[in-house]
């Protein structure tokens, strides 16, 4: 019986605590962290893990961070699913890359400096009548886009304005490219050097010769890291990838490393 009152006794000190102790107590939520989790799509030659050094821009990357003392690893998804997994509260991805602003991206992310600028627009058959000016340009064709990219919102407002049009959605660009040459769309939007590279890599050479990007872009913007507003750590690993791109752009890599385009 005699241990009863102290048990009892235990309990109210505990209780008597001040809240402030017992949030001390617990982990501290890491708001620097030493290695920076990103993620992206098949995106030859920016992101790849069949390239050197995973292709361009993860090289790009890795080197960056390493410049500042933080390390990096990559998720590979679907490029849709890259930018939800690293916008979804609790996952680990704290970024991803590889995407352009927009204004529904304003809401949701913060952006690094721009890692490079790249043109988008339309790939399609030499043997194709294709002329894009205007949206009217490609009035009753098949259009191929890929899930979760910018050109996507753009082609689809063009339709849900009353131009008819036959949107194809993909969930990477290579089955675009398979698409295009097997003639099952008209025409696919994507990166100018993407496209290509995924041409080079996906088609017989005589196929590959046999499709075109058009000259007059979509658009044309930078390409940067996303990282969620909302997530611990953001703003420092912003902070910590700018600073590493500039170290890399005066000390000569950052041209050694793009330069390979």
Known sequence: ?????????????????????????????????????????????????????????????????????????????????????????????????????????????????????????FFHKSKTPFNWVRAESIKGLRIGVTSGFSSNALIKKMKDSGLDISIREVSEAKFGIRMLNAERIDAFINDESVGQSIINQELKRGDASAIIFHPQPLFCDNYRILFPKEKPGSQYLIQRFNAGLKILRENGRYQEIMGKL
């Open 1 to 121: 019986m005699g241990a009863l009152p102290q048990f009892y006794t235990l309990l109210l000190a505990i209780a008597l605590l001040p809240a402030s102790s017992l949030l001390e107590a617990a982990p501290p939520v890491p708001v620097e962290p030493q290695t920076a989790r990103i993620t992206w799509g098949d995106w030859p030659p920016f992101h790849s893990r069949s390239l050197a050094n995973d292709g361009l821009y993860s090289q790009l990357i890795r080197e960056a961070y390493n410049a500042v003392g933080v390390s990096v690893e990559f998720g590979v998804f679907p490029w849709k699913r890259a930018l939800l997994v690293a916008q979804t509260p609790g996952s680990t991805w704290h970024g991803t890359s590889g995407w352009v602003k927009t204004p529904e991206r304003d809401e949701v992310f913060l952006y690094t400096d721009a890692m490079h600028k790249g043109c988008i627009g």
